[in-house]
């Protein structure tokens, strides 16, 4: 049975799990992130205990910089730490998020996800900031509305403390991250079945101690450093297993249950939508919708993008599917396709190639929702009605009508809608 359902936004929600399951929190003030590290100070100072019985320590530092320096200061003594940012603040972190990785230190950083200031400043959402940081070697885990943002927050962490792989779990800044909704919040008594003393001990037990001194954080040279770094393989190998075991585990407590990859739509698809973030549910919305007019069409919701498991997408597509339109919410200027696109592609390639699949699908790519600019139902029937074309349109922009731009997909605002609809 649910508990009580209490009305929380995405950081609110998200800030209840962070606050709940770390020792440290580690925070500098980036819209639209700032709420986060606000509400964990406010706990903080009233004296909010931890499942683990301690007042987490709160600490605001001069930069976004400073704050990730802390961070990995305070995971490497053996505290459970975390930081909340997003765009700029975010990209100020990246020398500490290698370092992090590379040392395979757990630790979860929260982020409203936010463009990355190009043309011009924009405090609104897309994905530019946490596609920067793809190479760092973190794990990516998107979450769609307030209740994913509380659920992934706590399945993150436990992921990442099984696996050794930090984690980057991101949400729509002013889109989630301030969408007030109806959460069931998570007891204390499942956090602590999730995160359990044995895998906190065990992080903790690689601490720098000097009763126990280990060599760490060297210079290597041309004879050593190539073999260290391929060392880490295995790590990324198993870690989109630990997630999904994860994920069954929080399912058999809370009775919510995900996917690395959630599929919702006809079995029998024709046509299907890879996205992630908030702009799933939008998809998932007008699927239903069209479905119910005699369509056959789905949607794939990512919920884990790094490490990418190839097996687990193709596993989650009907084989039925003809043609797939591969949604970014970033633009990444001179490349082949988006990041989203891009795996999308080389999946289906590899699945192919091994002789899971018989047949790649046509598979095409577009942006939306570049600096928070709208994606409504309408919107995304667009992109089944572009898939419907003998050849689809690739490289497209949803939700812009602009003679300049080529590639943009025309939407009908006057989409046939029942008055008792989501629309």
Not at 252 to 264: I, Q
Not at 381 to 410: E, H
Request: proline content about 5%.
């Amino acid at each position: 049975m649910p508990n009580k359902l209490v009305a929380m936004d995405g950081n609110t929600a998200t800030t209840y799990t962070a606050h709940a399951i770390n020792e440290v929190i580690a925070i500098y003030p980036i819209t639209p992130s700032s709420g986060m590290g606000e509400m964990a100070d406010e706990k903080s100072a009233r004296g909010e205990k931890n499942i683990w019985g301690t007042v987490p320590l709160v600490v605001e530092l001069q930069s976004e910089g400073g704050a990730s320096g802390a961070v990995h200061g305070a995971l490497t003594s053996g505290a459970l730490t975390t930081t909340f940012t997003a765009s700029q603040g975010l990209l100020l972190m990246i020398p500490n998020m290698y370092k992090i990785a590379g040392e395979l230190t757990p630790s979860v950083f929260h982020v409203s996800a936010r463009s990355v200031a190009s043309h011009a400043l924009s405090i609104f959402c897309d994905h530019s900031d946490v596609m920067a940081v793809r190479q760092t070697g973190w794990g990516l885990m998107p979450s769609a509305n307030p209740q994913e943002a509380m659920d992934f927050a706590l399945i993150a962490q436990a992921a990442s403390l099984k696996s050794r792989i930090p984690f980057l779990h991101f949400f729509d800044g002013f889109r989630t991250s301030h969408e007030l909704n109806m959460v069931d919040p998570i007891p204390f008594d499942v956090m602590r079945k999730i995160i359990t003393p044995e895998m906190v001990s065990a992080h903790k037990r690689r601490a720098l101690n000097p009763e126990n001194p280990v060599m760490r954080g060297t210079a290597q040279n041309p004879d050593v450093f190539f073999q260290s770094r391929e060392a880490i393989n295995k790590y990324y190998k198993a870690a989109a297993g630990i997630v999904k075991e994860t994920m069954e585990q929080f399912a058999e407590l809370t009775g919510r249950k995900y996917s690395l990859f959630d599929y919702v739509g006809a079995q029998d698809a024709d046509k299907v939508i890879i996205i992630m973030a908030s702009g799933g549910d939008t998809v998932e919305e007008t699927v239903n919708y069209l479905n119910k007019k005699g369509n056959k069409l789905g949607v794939i919701k990512v919920r884990l993008y790094r490490p990418f498991s190839n097996e687990d997408l193709i596993d989650a597509i009907p084989r039925t599917v003809k043609k797939i339109a591969v949604l970014d919410r970033t633009k990444e200027p001179g490349s082949l396709g988006e990041p989203l696109y891009e795996d999308g592609v080389a999946a289906f390639t590899l699945a192919k190639k091994s002789g899971k699949i018989k047949k790649i699908p046509v598979i095409v790519g577009g942006r939306y929702g570049l600096g928070s600019k709208e994606f409504n139902p309408a919107m995304a029937k667009s992109v089944f009605d572009n898939l419907k074309s003998a050849r689809p349109r690739d490289d497209f922009s949803v939700g812009i009508v602009d003679d300049v731009t080529n590639g943009s997909l025309k939407w009908n605002e006057k989409m046939d809608m029942e008055p008792e609809g989501v629309f």
